[in-house]
C-alpha cells in the first residue's frame, strides 16, 4: 500500500498542477428593465453588465452577486431568454472546410484553422498563443505582415472580437478577414498596401471560455461572461473610474500583451445592437480628438452602408455614438487602449442578434468588410517618422501637436524601432518632439492630408569628435588629438584589447597578457606618444573632446622627446613644428628622418595618429598651430 502511494502521490500532484482550475458554476441573468432618467445608469453600470440601452429600456446581464445587488433596487426587471440559448447553429469540426462561412467551428476547429493560417501563408503569418484562460483555452492572435517575423518600423494595429462569449458575429467576421487578407496578397494592391506598410494583429476570440461556455463543440450555451462569471470588458484599467468588475486572468493577458506591443489603432467588436460607439465611455468630456473619431465612425458606417442602406440603424441613425453619451462603463478595453496606450480604439456592435444565425453571416461579412479594411488604412495616413539618435539607435519619444494634445493623445515612438503615428484630420499644425535629456525640437507648419502620409522624421544629439586610428601588426608610433571621457587604458583599448600585445611610453607599460604588477599604465597621457604591439591590422575608434593646441603646450626637454601630434589635419613638418625652429634638430618616425637644415628628408609631413621622436637644443614648448577654421 505504502509503495504504491510512493508512485500515485507524485502522479496526482502532477496532474492537479497541469489541469486548469475550474470555475466555480455560476448563473448568468439576461433582463431588461426601465429607467426614470438616464443618470441612473451611472450608478447601475457598476452593479450590473448594461449591454443596451434605448430610450429608457435596458438591456442588461448580471452573474449572481450582482443579480442580488441588483434586486435590492426598484427596477422590476423582467428575465428574458439567454442569447446564448437560442437555435442550436451548425457547426463544422476539424477537417471540415474552413471556408464554410454558413457554420460556426468548433473550439478544435477554431485553434486548427488558426494556425492552418499560418503553415498556409507562413510568409504573411504567424500565430501567437498570447495566454490560457481559467478553464484551459487559448487566446490566439494573427499577425499578418510582410516580413512577419520581424518587428519592423510599421504602425501596430488590432482587432479583437468576441471579448462577450455570446457575441459571435464578430468572431466569424474576423476569421474571414485573417483569410481574405492572406488569401487576396499576392492580387489584390489595396491588401498589398495595407500588409506590407502595418502590422495586423486579429484575434477573432477574446473570450473561448465564454463562447464555448456549453462545451467546444457548440456556441449553443455561450455566455457573455468569463468563466468566473464576470464581464471581461469591465476589468480594465480605468483612468475615469473604477473597472466594475476584478482583474481577471484574461484581463491581465491582454494587458500583459498591450504592454509588450506599441498599439496605434484598434477596434473591438461585439454583437446585440448595430452602432460604432468611440470614445471615451467613462467620461463625457470629449475625447480631444472626437472630431477625428467621429469622421472615423462615420466612414465605417457610410462604407458599410453602400452594401446595406438599414445597415447598424437600430439605434442612431448616424450609425455611431459616443460612448458615453450611450451609457458609461468602467473598465472597457476601448478607454484603456486609448488612455493608457495612446491608441484610437473604438467599439463595434455589428449585428442585433447576439449569436448570429450562421445563415446571415456571410451577410454581416459582405456589409463590413470593406469597412474594416478602410478602418485600418487609417494606420497608412497622418503624421507618421521615425526618433532616432545620431546612430541610428531609435529613441523612445513623445510628438505633440502643440496647442492640441493633452496627456493621453500625445504619439510615443516604439521604442524598438523608434516609429510613430499621430492620426490627425487635415489641416496645418505645430509639432514638438522631446526625448528625454535633450532639448525639444519644434517643427512648424506642417501640413496633413486627406488619404496621405505627411513624413517627419527627428535625430536627436551630435556625434561627438572622434578619431579612428589605423594599428598595423607588429609595433605602431602612435598619439592621440581627442581626449576621451574615461581616460582609463583598458577602456580606451577595449574594442582592441584582443589584439594588443603591449602598449608603452618612455616610462610605464602595460600588458594584457601579464601579471597586473607589470602594468603600469593606468591612464592614458595625452601628453605622449606611444608605441603599441599588435598581433593583426586592425582601427581603434575613440570619442572625445578635441585638444586644443593653443591650450596644450607640450614640454620637451633637451635631447630626444616621444611626443603627440595634436592638429587635426596633416601638416608640413617646417608648419607643424614652427613653434620651436630655433631649437629643432632632428625628428624621426621609424626610419623617416627631417633634419632641418637636409634638402632631401624622408620625413616631410606629420599627420594625427602618430607619434614622433623629437630632438631639440634646448627645453622649450611645442605649441602647434591651432586648426583653421
Ligand atoms: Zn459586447
Given at each position: 500500500?505504502?509503495?504504491?502511494?510512493?508512485?500515485?502521490?507524485?502522479?496526482?500532484?502532477?496532474?492537479?498542477?497541469?489541469?486548469?482550475?475550474?470555475?466555480?458554476?455560476?448563473?448568468?441573468?439576461?433582463?431588461?428593465?426601465?429607467?426614470?432618467?438616464?443618470?441612473?445608469?451611472?450608478?447601475?453600470?457598476?452593479?450590473?453588465?448594461?449591454?443596451?440601452?434605448?430610450?429608457?429600456?435596458?438591456?442588461?446581464?448580471?452573474?449572481?452577486?450582482?443579480?442580488?445587488?441588483?434586486?435590492?433596487?426598484?427596477?422590476?426587471?423582467?428575465?428574458?431568454?439567454?442569447?446564448?440559448?437560442?437555435?442550436?447553429?451548425?457547426?463544422?469540426?476539424?477537417?471540415?472546410?474552413?471556408?464554410?462561412?454558413?457554420?460556426?467551428?468548433?473550439?478544435?476547429?477554431?485553434?486548427?484553422?488558426?494556425?492552418?493560417?499560418?503553415?498556409?501563408?507562413?510568409?504573411?503569418?504567424?500565430?501567437?498563443?498570447?495566454?490560457?484562460?481559467?478553464?484551459?483555452?487559448?487566446?490566439?492572435?494573427a499577425k499578418i505582415s510582410d516580413n512577419v517575423s520581424l518587428h519592423e518600423a510599421e504602425p501596430e494595429v488590432q482587432y479583437s472580437a468576441a471579448i462577450h462569449g455570446d457575441e459571435t458575429c464578430g468572431y466569424m467576421t474576423m476569421l474571414h478577414l485573417i483569410d481574405y487578407l492572406l488569401s487576396n496578397y499576392?492580387?489584390?494592391?489595396?491588401?498589398?498596401?495595407?500588409?506590407?506598410?502595418?502590422?495586423?494583429?486579429?484575434?477573432?476570440?477574446?473570450?473561448?471560455?465564454?463562447?464555448?461556455?456549453?462545451?467546444?463543440?457548440?456556441?449553443?450555451?455561450?455566455?457573455?461572461?468569463?468563466?468566473?462569471?464576470?464581464?471581461?470588458?469591465?476589468?480594465?484599467?480605468?483612468?475615469?473610474?473604477?473597472?466594475?468588475?476584478?482583474?481577471?486572468?484574461?484581463?491581465?493577458?491582454?494587458?500583459?500583451?498591450?504592454?509588450?506591443?506599441?498599439?496605434?489603432?484598434?477596434?473591438?467588436?461585439?454583437?446585440?445592437?448595430?452602432?460604432?460607439?468611440?470614445?471615451?465611455?467613462?467620461?463625457?468630456?470629449?475625447?480631444?480628438?472626437?472630431?477625428?473619431?467621429?469622421?472615423?465612425?462615420?466612414?465605417?458606417?457610410?462604407?458599410?452602408?453602400?452594401?446595406?442602406?438599414?445597415?447598424?440603424?437600430?439605434?442612431?441613425?448616424?450609425?455611431?455614438?459616443?460612448?458615453?453619451?450611450?451609457?458609461?462603463?468602467?473598465?472597457?478595453?476601448?478607454?484603456?487602449?486609448?488612455?493608457?496606450?495612446?491608441?484610437?480604439?473604438?467599439?463595434?456592435?455589428?449585428?442585433?442578434?447576439?449569436?448570429?444565425?450562421?445563415?446571415?453571416?456571410?451577410?454581416?461579412?459582405?456589409?463590413?468588410?470593406?469597412?474594416?479594411?478602410?478602418?485600418?488604412?487609417?494606420?497608412?495616413?497622418?503624421?507618421?517618422?521615425?526618433?532616432?539618435?545620431?546612430?541610428?539607435?531609435?529613441?523612445?519619444?513623445?510628438?505633440?501637436?502643440?496647442?492640441?494634445?493633452?496627456?493621453?493623445?500625445?504619439?510615443?515612438?516604439?521604442?524598438?524601432?523608434?516609429?510613430?503615428?499621430?492620426?490627425?484630420?487635415?489641416?496645418?499644425?505645430?509639432?514638438?518632439?522631446?526625448?528625454?535629456?535633450?532639448?525639444?525640437?519644434?517643427?512648424n507648419n506642417i501640413v496633413i492630408t486627406e488619404g496621405q502620409k505627411t513624413t517627419l522624421n527627428a535625430v536627436f544629439g551630435v556625434i561627438p569628435p572622434s578619431q579612428t586610428l589605423q594599428l598595423n601588426a607588429g609595433w605602431n608610433l602612435i598619439s592621440f588629438n581627442i581626449q576621451p571621457n574615461n581616460l582609463?587604458?583598458?577602456?580606451?583599448?577595449?574594442?582592441?584589447?584582443?589584439?594588443?600585445?603591449?602598449?608603452?611610453?618612455?616610462?610605464?607599460?602595460?600588458?594584457?597578457?601579464?601579471?597586473?604588477?607589470?602594468?603600469?599604465?593606468?591612464?592614458?597621457?595625452?601628453?605622449?606618444?606611444?608605441?603599441?604591439?599588435?598581433?593583426?591590422?586592425?582601427?581603434?575608434?575613440?570619442?572625445?573632446?578635441?585638444?586644443?593646441?593653443?591650450?596644450?603646450?607640450?614640454?620637451?626637454?633637451?635631447?630626444?622627446?616621444?611626443?603627440?601630434?595634436?592638429?587635426?589635419?596633416?601638416?608640413?613638418?617646417?608648419?607643424?613644428?614652427?613653434?620651436?625652429?630655433?631649437?629643432?634638430?632632428?625628428?624621426?618616425?621609424?626610419?623617416?628622418?627631417?633634419?632641418?637644415?637636409?634638402?632631401?628628408?624622408?620625413?616631410?609631413?606629420?599627420?594625427?595618429?602618430?607619434?614622433?621622436?623629437?630632438?631639440?637644443?634646448?627645453?622649450?614648448?611645442?605649441?602647434?598651430?591651432?586648426?583653421?577654421?
Amino acid at each position: 500500500m505504502k509503495d504504491t502511494m510512493k508512485y500515485i502521490l507524485p502522479l496526482i500532484l502532477l496532474i492537479s498542477i497541469s489541469l486548469p482550475v475550474l470555475a466555480k458554476d455560476w448563473t448568468e441573468y439576461y433582463f431588461q428593465f426601465e429607467i426614470q432618467d438616464k443618470s441612473e445608469l451611472e450608478f447601475l453600470t457598476d452593479i450590473i453588465s448594461i449591454a443596451k440601452v434605448q430610450g429608457n429600456v435596458v438591456w442588461a446581464f448580471a452573474n449572481d452577486e450582482e443579480w442580488q445587488a441588483f434586486q435590492q433596487l426598484n427596477y422590476h426587471p423582467q428575465l428574458l431568454q439567454k442569447p446564448g440559448y437560442g437555435i442550436e447553429q451548425p457547426m463544422r469540426d476539424v477537417g471540415d472546410s474552413f471556408r464554410d462561412w454558413y457554420t460556426y467551428p468548433t473550439y478544435d476547429a477554431y485553434v486548427a484553422q488558426m494556425y492552418a493560417f499560418a503553415s498556409n501563408y507562413p510568409n504573411l503569418c504567424q500565430i501567437y498563443d498570447i495566454g490560457t484562460t481559467i478553464n484551459g483555452r487559448k487566446i490566439l492572435f494573427a499577425k499578418i505582415s510582410d516580413n512577419v517575423s520581424l518587428h519592423e518600423a510599421e504602425p501596430e494595429v488590432q482587432y479583437s472580437a468576441a471579448i462577450h462569449g455570446d457575441e459571435t458575429c464578430g468572431y466569424m467576421t474576423m476569421l474571414h478577414l485573417i483569410d481574405y487578407l492572406l488569401s487576396n496578397y499576392s492580387t489584390n494592391p489595396r491588401i498589398q498596401n495595407l500588409i506590407n506598410n502595418l502590422e495586423i494583429w486579429i484575434n477573432p476570440l477574446a473570450n473561448p471560455d465564454g463562447t464555448y461556455y456549453g462545451g467546444n463543440n457548440s456556441v449553443s450555451g455561450a455566455r457573455r461572461y468569463n468563466a468566473n462569471g464576470y464581464d471581461l470588458n469591465r476589468s480594465f484599467p480605468d483612468h475615469w473610474g473604477t473597472p466594475s468588475a476584478p482583474t481577471q486572468t484574461e484581463t491581465t493577458i491582454f494587458t500583459n500583451f498591450a504592454n509588450n506591443h506599441h498599439f496605434v489603432l484598434s477596434a473591438n467588436f461585439h454583437g446585440g445592437t448595430e452602432v460604432v460607439n468611440y470614445p471615451w465611455d467613462g467620461t463625457y468630456t470629449p475625447h480631444i480628438d472626437e472630431n477625428w473619431f467621429i469622421d472615423l465612425s462615420a466612414d465605417y458606417v457610410n462604407t458599410a452602408r453602400q452594401v446595406y442602406s438599414n445597415y447598424m440603424t437600430s439605434l442612431y441613425s448616424t450609425g455611431y455614438t459616443n460612448g458615453a453619451d450611450w451609457y458609461i462603463i468602467h473598465g472597457g478595453r476601448q478607454d484603456y487602449f486609448t488612455y493608457f496606450h495612446h491608441c484610437r480604439e473604438v467599439t463595434i456592435e455589428l449585428s442585433n442578434t447576439y449569436i448570429t444565425p450562421a445563415t446571415q453571416l456571410e451577410n454581416y461579412w459582405n456589409y463590413n468588410y470593406n469597412s474594416l479594411l478602410g478602418y485600418l488604412e487609417n494606420a497608412l495616413y497622418g503624421l507618421q517618422g521615425t526618433v532616432k539618435d545620431v546612430y541610428g539607435n531609435p529613441l523612445t519619444a513623445t510628438i505633440t501637436v502643440l496647442g492640441l494634445d493633452t496627456v493621453y493623445s500625445t504619439a510615443i515612438t516604439d521604442p524598438a524601432c523608434g516609429d510613430y503615428i499621430r492620426m490627425l484630420l487635415p489641416g496645418t499644425y505645430n509639432v514638438q518632439i522631446s526625448v528625454n535629456g535633450y532639448e525639444p525640437q519644434t517643427f512648424n507648419n506642417i501640413v496633413i492630408t486627406e488619404g496621405q502620409k505627411t513624413t517627419l522624421n527627428a535625430v536627436f544629439g551630435v556625434i561627438p569628435p572622434s578619431q579612428t586610428l589605423q594599428l598595423n601588426a607588429g609595433w605602431n608610433l602612435i598619439s592621440f588629438n581627442i581626449q576621451p571621457n574615461n581616460l582609463n587604458i583598458e577602456s580606451i583599448l577595449s574594442p582592441v584589447m584582443g589584439n594588443v600585445i603591449q602598449i608603452k611610453n618612455l616610462k610605464e607599460s602595460f600588458h594584457p597578457g601579464m601579471d597586473s604588477y607589470y602594468n603600469t599604465i593606468t591612464n592614458l597621457d595625452i601628453t605622449c606618444g606611444y608605441w603599441i604591439k599588435m598581433n593583426s591590422s586592425t582601427s581603434l575608434y575613440l570619442e572625445g573632446t578635441p585638444i586644443d593646441p593653443s591650450t596644450h603646450p607640450i614640454n620637451l626637454k633637451t635631447g630626444w622627446n616621444l611626443v603627440p601630434y595634436y592638429p587635426e589635419n596633416i601638416l608640413s613638418v617646417i608648419s607643424a613644428l614652427q613653434s620651436i625652429t630655433s631649437y629643432l634638430q632632428e625628428v624621426k618616425y621609424f626610419n623617416q628622418v627631417y633634419i632641418p637644415e637636409r634638402i632631401n628628408n624622408s620625413l616631410t609631413q606629420m599627420e594625427p595618429g602618430k607619434g614622433y621622436w623629437i630632438r631639440v637644443l634646448q627645453d622649450c614648448n611645442l605649441i602647434y598651430p591651432a586648426a583653421k577654421n
